[in-house]
C-alpha cells in the first residue's frame, strides 16, 4: 500500500464513455463529496478503459456505507435499488433503464474454498486485493479534485501491458475456482497468457475436486460465460488441456470427431445469421450441444442435471446427439426429397440443433453435400412459415367429430401446401373433402 501512496498520480480518461453515462458518474460524484465519502469505478470497466475496449458498465464502490449510498442516490435520481445485503452492494436501475451496481469497498474471507465469501467493511487497497486478477484490481477515483484518478497498486497496467494474466495471492483459485474459468476467459479473450507461477496455481487447482464444489448454477454460469466469447474454441481446448470436462461429466471426452464439430460452429453460424435473421440463437448452447455431440444420453442428462440448466436449455442440450446424426444422414442423401418430408424431419429440432446440423457437416469437408444441406435447410426455414387457410373450425362445419382425425387432416393439408399440391383456399377444400370422402 505505501507503494501506491508513492505513485505519481495517473489520470484515466472517461473521454469516450458515452455522455449519459459520463454524466450519471459527475452527478453521483458530487452526492458523494457532499458527504465527503471516496467513490470509484472498479474492476472490469476500468481494464477495459486502459485497454481501450467498449465496456460501460457502471461498477461502483464506495469507501463507507455503499448501501446506505445507494440509497440516497436511488432517491434522488428515481432509481429501483435491489440491495444484496449480505455483499453489501445494491443494483440500481435508472428510469432510463440505465444500471450501475454500487458495493461497499470490502475484504472477503471463505469459511470454506468454493462457497460464497462472508464480507466486512475495508479500504479501497484491501478491496482491489480481494479481486481475481491485478488486470482485474484497479480503480478510477471519481470525486472532484481526484476524478480520474487511477489506484493501481499490485501492478494491473504493468500487467496490462505485458499482456500477463496473474493472481494477487497463492489462495484466490481455492477460494474462489470460478477464477478457473474467468483466467481461460481473459486468456482468450484478450490473447493474454498465464504468468507462469499462476498457471501453476491454476493447473493444481484444477487437478483437485475444488470445482465439484460449486454449486450448478455458478459452474453454469461460467461455463456458458466462456462459450459466449468470441470464438470459444480455443478456450475449449484449454478446458480439454486442463481435464475440466471431467465437471460436466466425468465420461465427456474431447474427442477428434468433437473437436471437428466445435471447430465448424462459427461457420455454420456466421451461414446461418446471414440468411436467418430472424433466428436468435443461443449460441453458448450451440457450443454446449457440439461438445456433448457425441456423449450418450445418459451423460448428456446428469450433465445438464449438473449445469442446472433451464428447462428450455436442458430441451435444446438433450436432443443434440444421436437424433441430429440421423437427420443429417437423410438431408444430405442426393435424390428427391419433398419439402414436407423434411419439414416433418426437422420440425421438433431447436434452431440450435440445425446449427449443430450444419456444423458437424462443415466438419466433414464435403463441398457438394454441404450444399444440398444448406438449400434443403433454406427451404425448411422457408416452409415454417407456411400455413393453411383452412382451420379445425372448418373442419368443424365439415360436420367433422372432434378427434385425432383433426389434426391428421390439417397436417396432410399442410404437408399439400408445403409441396405445391394445393395452393389456393378452393383447393384447400377440395383436398379436405376429397380426404374425407
Ligand atoms: N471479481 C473477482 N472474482 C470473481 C469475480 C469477479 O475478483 N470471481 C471482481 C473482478 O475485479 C472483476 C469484477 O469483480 O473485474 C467484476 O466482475 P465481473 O463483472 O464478473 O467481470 P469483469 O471483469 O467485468 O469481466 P467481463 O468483462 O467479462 O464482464
Known amino acids: 500500500m505505501s507503494e501506491m501512496k508513492n505513485q505519481v498520480k495517473q489520470i484515466v480518461s472517461l473521454s469516450k464513455m458515452p455522455m449519459r453515462q459520463r454524466h450519471l458518474l459527475k452527478q453521483i460524484c458530487r452526492l458523494a463529496d457532499e458527504r465527503d465519502l471516496a467513490v470509484y469505478l472498479v474492476g472490469g470497466v476500468v481494464r477495459d478503459l486502459l485497454l481501450k475496449r467498449e465496456n460501460w458498465d457502471l461498477d461502483l464502490t464506495v469507501e463507507g456505507d455503499g448501501v446506505v449510498f445507494a440509497r440516497l442516490v436511488a432517491d434522488r435520481y428515481r432509481a429501483g435499488l435491489a440491495v444484496f445485503e449480505r455483499f453489501a452492494t445494491a443494483r440500481l436501475t435508472f428510469p432510463d433503464g440505465l444500471k450501475m451496481d454500487i458495493a461497499t469497498t470490502r475484504r472477503e474471507s471463505y469459511a470454506q474454498p468454493a462457497l460464497l465469501p462472508t464480507v466486512q467493511p475495508a479500504s479501497i487497497e484491501e478491496d482491489l486485493y480481494r479481486r481475481d486478477f491485478t488486470i482485474n484490481a484497479m480503480a478510477v477515483q471519481l470525486n472532484s479534485g481526484q476524478f480520474g484518478r487511477l489506484l493501481d497498486p499490485y501492478g494491473g497496467q504493468r500487467d496490462l501491458l505485458a499482456r500477463t494474466i496473474r493472481v494477487l495471492h497463492e489462495g484466490s483459485f481455492q477460494d474462489d475456482p470460478t477464477r478457473i474459468f474467468r483466467a481461460i476467459r481473459f486468456e482468450q479473450r484478450f490473447g493474454f497468457h498465464l504468468e507462469r507461477a499462476t498457471l501453476g496455481l491454476l493447473a493444481q487447482a484444477a487437478s483437485t475436486n475444488l470445482i465439484q464444489r460449486l454449486s450448478g448454477p455458478r459452474l453454469q454460469n461460467e461455463i456458458l460465460l466462456l462459450f459466449a466469447e468470441r470464438d470459444p474454441a480455443r478456450a475449449i481446448v484449454r478446458l480439454a488441456q486442463l481435464k475440466l470436462f471431467r465437471f460436466l461429466h466425468r465420461r465427456l471426452r474431447y474427442t477428434n470427431k468433437v473437436k471437428r464439430t466445435v471447430t465448424a460452429v462459427p461457420k455454420a453460424l456466421a451461414w446461418w445469421v446471414s440468411r436467418f435473421q430472424d433466428s436468435v440463437i443461443d449460441r453458448p448452447i450451440v457450443y454446449l450441444m457440439a461438445l456433448s455431440s457425441e456423449a450418450s444420453q445418459a451423460v448428456v442428462t446428469t450433465m445438464i442435471r449438473r449445469l442446472a440448466l433451464s428447462r428450455e ?24 426429397v419433398r419439402g414436407s418430408q423434411i419439414f416433418r424431419l426437422l420440425e421438433d429440432f431447436s434452431d440450435e440443433a440445425l446449427v449443430l446440423l450444419l456444423a458437424k ?49 390439417l397436417g396432410k ?17 377440395a383436398f379436405v373433402r376429397k380426404w374425407l370422402g
Not at 436449455?313 to 428427391?336: I, M, P, Y
Not at 450444399?371 to 362445419?397: C, E, F, H, M, W
Not at 393439408?413 to 377444400?429: C, K, N, S
Open 313 to 336: 436449455q436442458a430441451r435444446k442440450v438433450s436432443a443434440g446427439g444421436r437424433l441430429v446424426d440421423r437427420a443429417l444422414k437423410r438431408l444430405t442423401k442426393e435424390g428427391t
Open 361 to 409: 457437416q462443415v466438419s466433414k469437408q464435403q463441398g457438394v453435400r454441404l450444399s444440398l444441406l444448406r438449400r434443403r435447410l433454406t427451404a425448411y426455414i422457408k416452409n415454417r412459415t407456411t400455413k393453411t387457410v383452412l382451420t379445425g373450425r372448418d373442419l368443424q362445419a365439415l360436420g367433422l367429430q372432434p378427434g385425432p382425425q383433426y389434426k391428421t387432416i
Open 413 to 429: 393439408l399442410l404437408d399439400a401446401r408445403i409441396d405445391g399440391v394445393v395452393t389456393t383456399e378452393a383447393e384447400e377444400w
